[in-house]
């Protein structure tokens, strides 16, 4: 029998709990892929609708991770300068970049002003910041590529803040979600990370949003956790699980009537 106010079908509600170490195909430790040994399948005339009740996941994501660790000089020669991933402060950041600067062969020197907390570059001869991959973390976001100078300083603040949300998507199933650039999205929530790193996320919402999906059989679940940049985020080793409800609502047609909206726009003219 139906077990949710939501479901008005015969069919049953069902709960789905993952467990990442339990997934079938692993791509990475935010990237797994779940098969159900019993698929979810809805009947004729009804539709299936999901969504996300519970997940614990471990914040273990470095403010710095192999998608934002680079920065690009042109200085007589073009240099692609890396960090380690890991946790950075200001500080350590500079540090870093200085002796990966000097050890590239570059003659650039990066301070941090604290008191209004930007970088700044400072080069022996003139040089071009081409590119960065940390710009927002630099403080250098829409300034690049930079003119030919000795020294430059960035025009935004520093930001160390790493992942601030987590959205988690279920990359199989068609929903009509849209992302900030207005794109169809299979996003089906938007975790905040009120953590520090080192403890776990606890989401549980009070009101869970559920989804109408396309499809009307799940045989898997491709499950996928980015940042708020859309970068799949490294757990480094560390698991998360999650808790999905489903449930099932007749299909009901919508019927247009055509003549009375086309008589209410001439009425209008």
Known sequence: MPNHSLNDSHMPSQAIYLDSNDALVTISDAEKIFYLNTPIIADAGIRILIGLNNLTIPNT????????NSITFTQGTTETISVSVGNYSATTLKDALNTAITAAGLDITVSFDEDNAVFSFTGGSAFTIDSATMSRQLGLKEQLPTSSSTSYTATRVCDFAGATNLYVRIRNLSMNNLDSRGNTSSIIASIVVNTNYGEYIFFSS?????????????SHLDIEIT???GNVVDLNGSSFNMTLSVHFVRHREVNIDTNRILGEIQNRE
């Not at 994501?61 to 934002?68: K, L």
């Not at 869970?208 to 799940?218: D, T």
Request: hydrophobic residues 35%; charged residues 20%; proline residues 4%.
């Open 227 to 229: 940042d708020q940049e």
């Open 206 to 218: 009070p009101d869970i949003l559920y989804f109408m999906i396309s499809e009307n059989k799940i």
């Open 61 to 68: 994501i470095y403010n710095f991770n192999s998608s934002n």
